[in-house]
C-alpha cells in the first residue's frame, strides 16, 4: 500500500481572489475541504503547498493555495494532481478499495495467476479493470461481483470467478 495518494485534480480558477476549484477523484469531497499542506504533481514535478482556505461551493470545493492572491498566479495550478498522506485520503466503505491498492495485484483463477492488474477504471456502467495476462496480452475484466471473487490486500489477489472472460 502507497503511503500518498491522489485525491484531487486541479481545476479551473474561480473568482478574482485566486481561488481554484478542486475535482475530486473519489467522488467525496468532505476530505478536501480539511486539506491543510498538499503535494501538487505533474510529471516529474512535485511541489508542496499549503492550503490558506477551502469552501464549498455550489457543489464544488474551491481552495485558495497560500501567496496565491490573483486569478492569474491561480490558472498555473490547473491540471495538477492533488497528493495527500493516505489517513488525509476519502475514508472507505465496505467492498471499497483505493486504485491506487489495487494495482499491480494478481489476477487469480483456481489458485494460479492469470494476469496483473494494470489501471482501472469506470465505464459509466461500472468499475473496469485493465490486466496483462502472462502472454503480454491485455484484457478488460469487469470489477463486479458476478466476475470477481475476494479481494485480498494482504496477498496481493484478486480472485476471478470465470475463464471465459479472460479471452
Known sequence: MK????????????????EVKLR?????????????LVTLCK????KAHRISSARRHSGDVL???????TPEQAR???GYEVRVPREQAAPLGEGE?????????????NGESVGTVKSLWNSGAHDMIDVEKADGSMVVVPFIERY????????????????????
Open 76 to 78: 498555473l495550478f490547473t
Open 24 to 36: 475530486s477523484l473519489s467522488e467525496e469531497v468532505e476530505h478536501l475541504l480539511k486539506l491543510e
Open 63 to 69: 481552495v485558495r493555495f497560500e501567496g496565491v492572491e
Open 3 to 18: 503511503d500518498e495518494m491522489a485525491v484531487a485534480i486541479v481545476g479551473a480558477r474561480f473568482g478574482v481572489r485566486g
Open 43 to 46: 510529471g516529474s514535478e512535485r
Open 97 to 109: 478499495y483505493y486504485i491506487t491498492d489495487l494495482i499491480g495485484l494478481s489476477l487469480m483463477l
Open 148 to 167: 470477481i471473487g475476494k479481494v485480498d490486500l494482504e496477498t496481493k489477489s484478486i480472485e476471478v470467478l470465470v475463464d471465459w472472460i479472460l479471452e
